[in-house]
């Protein structure tokens, strides 16, 4: 069946350097997605991306964040200059269809970065 | 922000107990999914309701859609404990073109 892959699978990085979450959404996919998981907290939404550009984002993504689909099968995100605060897991999920009524996303199994 | 209240937080049963876990919000949701988390794991998709009063199953396990479409509900009849783990909703905004809000999760546990 196919899947969401991420890579890696932790990073641990010093605070200011810069850091690359990957991702390798399901090959049919149209929409992208990134979400962090502060430990013991909710999933929170970062970013939505459609048609090569940002459809959506929310206030933790700020000009920190970037994201980019360099190829026809990856999917990064960077974070320019890490703070302590952006330790967490960070998913990537993707779907198929546009339509609102089947938002059905697809998970990956994380990357879990640490700032030291 | 559209917030998605989960109930109970934890729920600790028997093997053999049937338990339900409920998701709420005041906000009209366009679809809602249930997810299953392991621990350094990402969400797993249970399933996605879309229409309002929906009713799906899998198994032992029974979700439901709210008429208003703002509720749902999981409801795991005769548990076990492979069912242990955190079930999260999440539910799709009907002003946003795909970001899911997630609540905060219900921890299962199920002791043989």
């Known amino acids: 069946e196919p899947e969401v892959t991420q890579t890696p699978s932790h990073q641990v990085t010093q605070m200011g350097q810069e850091v690359i979450l990957r991702c390798v959404p399901i090959s049919n996919h149209l929409y992208f997605y990134w979400y962090r998981q502060i430990l013991g907290q909710k999933v929170e939404f970062l970013v939505s991306?459609?048609?090569?550009?940002?459809?959506?984002k929310s206030e933790i993504f700020d000009d920190q964040f970037s994201v980019e689909r360099p190829d026809g099968s990856n999917f990064t995100l960077k974070i320019r200059s890490t703070k302590l605060e952006d330790s967490a897991m960070y998913f990537c999920?993707?779907?198929?269809?546009?339509?609102?009524?089947?938002?059905?996303?697809?998970f990956g199994p994380g990357t879990r970065l640490t700032v030291l | 922000t559209q917030l998605l209240e989960q109930s109970p937080q934890f729920l600790s049963i028997q093997e053999g107990e049937n338990l339900t876990v409920y998701c709420n919000s005041s906000?009209?949701?366009?679809?809602l999914q249930w997810y299953r988390q392991e621990p350094g794991e990402g969400p797993v998709l249970l399933v996605t309701v879309v229409t309002g009063g929906e009713v799906k199953k899998l198994k032992r396990l029974t979700f439901q859609f709210g008429d208003a479409r703002k509720d749902s509900s999981l409801h795991i009849t005769a548990a076990q404990p492979g069912d242990t783990g955190l079930y999260l909703c999440?539910?799709?905004?009907?002003?946003?073109?795909?970001?899911?809000?997630f609540g905060a999760g219900t921890q299962v546990v199920v002791t043989p």
């Open positions: 991306f459609y048609n090569n550009e940002i459809s959506e």
């Open positions: 906000s009209v949701f366009s679809s």
């Open positions: 999920a993707s779907k198929f269809e546009g339509y609102r009524l089947t938002d059905t996303q697809y």
């Open positions: 999440a539910g799709a905004p009907t002003d946003s073109w795909g970001k899911l809000q």
